[in-house]
């Protein structure tokens, strides 16, 4: 095989339409402005002759490296091809000085899962894809004392010290799509953010959607609410990253599993 690994290019974006169903996830697909603003610049393309047969996209977080997509057409699967996107994704990532790597992968996914172990990817932690309708997310009790506030730039160090992300993630999510909000709440008398989402009206999701404890669910969804598009969307999709009481009180809420994920990580 004389497969190529190269960076994308503004031409590959119907190949990169293509592929993109074949994550089979509930999200848009992002239109070419979006991929030319802020995806081509972040993504590999495996290439057989004139044939896009696969891609990568990955970021940095200060030190640590994200691969949120490796995506193989169907046709080209257990030939190496995500062997080798992930091997120029690894080389990349270690010259632009970070010193780790994650990323997420659907649980019942085995091939996937035996790709990225044979990469050296370990499991780090669980997490949920949700979704829940407005009605039910509105009748979860909240604290009306709590204020919520719209998230800063200034405000970054803080959430990142509170919620061990890292402070250029929480930067990235600003303009990750066009209308996305950051959404906290915070504890009385200046107690800080005890909660926070990343929340796509036009999605709708939150992600991520992290709270301190799982009592202030129904909060952080009321500070989500205000900016919903309540006229398109009756619902709203979350993303749970390796707390398992939120997630199981908002399956008791009524909320359903949309799909399990493992997030996978290692050193590079």
């Not at 993109?20 to 979006?34: A, K, M, V, W, Y």
């Not at 393309?45 to 940095?60: F, P, Q, S, T």
Request: negative net charge.
């Amino acid at each position: 095989m004389t497969m190529e690994i190269r960076g994308a290019v503004e031409d590959d974006y119907p190949s990169f339409v293509r592929l993109f169903g074949e994550l089979s996830i509930p999200d848009p697909t992002p239109p070419r402005d979006r991929y030319v603003a802020q995806i081509v610049s972040r993504m590999l393309v495996a290439r057989e002759g004139d044939l896009v047969i696969g891609y990568a996209i990955w970021r940095a977080y200060g030190t640590t490296a994200h691969v949120p997509n490796v995506v193989v057409d169907p046709a080209w699967r257990g030939r190496r091809v995500g062997q080798r996107l992930l091997e120029r994704v690894r080389e990349l990532a270690c010259a632009a000085g970070c010193t780790r790597w994650y990323l997420n992968v659907k649980a019942d996914n085995a091939a996937a899962i035996r790709l990225y172990e044979r990469c050296g990817f370990a499991l780090d932690q669980e997490s949920w894809a949700l979704s829940i309708r407005w009605a039910a997310a509105l009748g979860i009790p909240f604290d009306p004392e709590l204020a919520t506030s719209l998230v800063r730039p200034e405000d970054d160090a803080e959430l990142s010290e509170r919620f061990g992300m890292a402070p250029e993630r929480i930067a990235a999510f600003r303009t990750r799509a066009t209308g996305s909000v950051l959404v906290a709440v915070h504890a009385p008398e200046g107690g800080g953010p005890v909660a926070f989402a990343a929340f796509n009206p036009h999605h709708p999701g939150a992600h991520p959607f992290v709270v301190r404890r799982a009592d202030l669910a129904g909060n952080l969804l009321r500070a989500c609410h205000g900016y919903a598009d309540l006229e398109s969307f009756d619902f709203i999709r979350l993303t749970v990253e390796g707390d398992r009481p939120l997630y199981d009180s908002l399956i008791a809420s009524g909320a359903t599993l949309t799909f399990a994920l493992l997030q996978l990580a290692s050193p590079l």
